[in-house]
């Protein structure tokens, strides 16, 4: 697999890097999300943001996420 999460990003960077997207954006899930991101972020030369979202958990499981819900205005 992957030695850590930069490792991730760095191989997921340079394979996206392969398609060359047009002003690519990067936008990163706190917290586990972030240094993955920061990488892609890095390869693509792209900006790269936040998303804050809330966790919704499992009936019964609270610790496993279902979904996920962001608070705030949508998008233009």
């Known amino acids: 697999m992957f030695?850590?999460?930069q490792e991730a990003g760095q191989k997921l960077g340079a394979?996206?890097?392969l398609l060359q997207p047009k002003d690519p954006i990067v936008l990163a899930?706190?917290?586990g999300g972030i240094p993955v991101?920061?990488?892609v972020a890095k390869?693509?030369?792209a900006p790269l943001d936040l998303v804050i979202v809330r966790k919704v958990g499992a009936p019964g499981n609270p610790e496993?996420?279902?979904a996920a819900i962001?608070?705030?205005d949508p998008p233009d």
Do not use: I, Q
């Open 3 to 5: 030695r850590d999460r």
């Open 15 to 17: 394979s996206l890097d």
């Open 29 to 31: 899930l706190p917290r």
């Open 37 to 39: 991101a920061a990488e």
């Open 43 to 45: 390869a693509l030369k």
């Open 64 to 66: 496993l996420a279902v």
């Open 70 to 72: 962001v608070d705030g």
